[in-house]
T-cell receptor, first 113, second 115 residues
Framework: KQEVTQIPAALSVPEGENLVLNCSFT??????LQWFRQDPGKGLTSLLL???SQREQTSGRLNASLDKSSGRSTLYIAASQPGDSATYLC????????????WGAGTKLIIKP | ETGVTQSPTHLIKTRGQQVTLRCSSQ?????VSWYQQALGQGPQFIFQ???????GRGNFPPRFSGLQFPNYSSELNVNALELDDSALYLC??????????????FGDGTRLSIL
């Protein structure tokens, strides 16, 4: 059974720092991995999607990497800003059931001005 | 702006009642998924519809049911509400058929509270 874990559960850093959020999954047979952002009381915004054949994806100040063999993904945020404060969730689409997403519980990120 | 809208935004019900939540998918998106998100947790997959047919279901009892309509709108129905059903219910649509590497687009959800 696929399980997704995100560590740490919460992170608070000063503005301007580069930071890394971690996501691990137990079964390497995945179809893709996605990173989402969720603002309080809101829905989810897709940030990056990495296909199983890819190693990384970049969008602006965000870079996500994928290492299927070790069951890990990282989300790198460069030059953090207060507007980056949100909860970041990762989700995998299992390879044997590519219609659902299996989610981590998220990392709550606070960027201090 | 994701183009996915959900209604209502908030809803209060009592145990044993029935509820219908609605979602309007982004135009042209023929796949819709529903998720339940308890406070402080990641979403849990309820089910997915593709071209008006259910094509996948998570570990939820039959009192959770859904419909998808030709105009890309969909419904989540929950019967015999229980206290544990209190959660944020999220609808997500995607343009491709199941299995395509297309990101899902989420609405802002319906916050359901059971008293």
């Amino acid at each position: 059974k696929q399980e997704v874990t995100q560590i740490p559960a919460a992170l608070s850093v000063p503005e301007g720092e580069n930071l890394v959020l971690n996501c691990s999954f137990t079964d390497s047979a995945i179809y893709n991995l996605q990173w989402f952002r969720q603002d309080p009381g809101k829905g989810l915004t897709s940030l990056l999607l990495i296909q199983s054949s890819q190693r990384e994806q970049t969008s602006g100040r965000l870079n996500a990497s994928l290492d299927k063999s070790s069951g890990r993904s990282t989300l790198y945020i460069a030059a953090s800003q207060p507007g980056d404060s949100a909860t970041y969730l990762c989700a995998v689409t299992p390879g044997d059931s590519n219609y659902q997403l299996i989610w981590g519980a998220g990392t709550k990120l606070i960027i201090k001005p | 702006e994701t183009g996915v809208t959900q209604s209502p935004t908030h809803l209060i019900k009592t145990r044993g009642q029935q509820v219908t939540l609605r979602c309007s998918s982004q135009s042209g998106h023929n796949t819709v998924s529903w998720y339940q998100q308890a406070l402080g947790q990641g979403p849990q997959f309820i089910f997915q519809y593709y071209r008006e047919e259910e094509n996948g279901r998570g570990n939820f009892p039959p009192r959770f049911s859904g419909l998808q309509f030709p105009n890309y709108s969909s419904e989540l129905n929950v019967n015999a509400l229980e206290l544990d059903d209190s959660a944020l219910y999220l609808c997500a649509s995607s343009p491709g058929p199941r299995g395509s590497n297309q990101p899902q687009h989420f609405g802002d959800g319906t916050r359901l509270s059971i008293l």
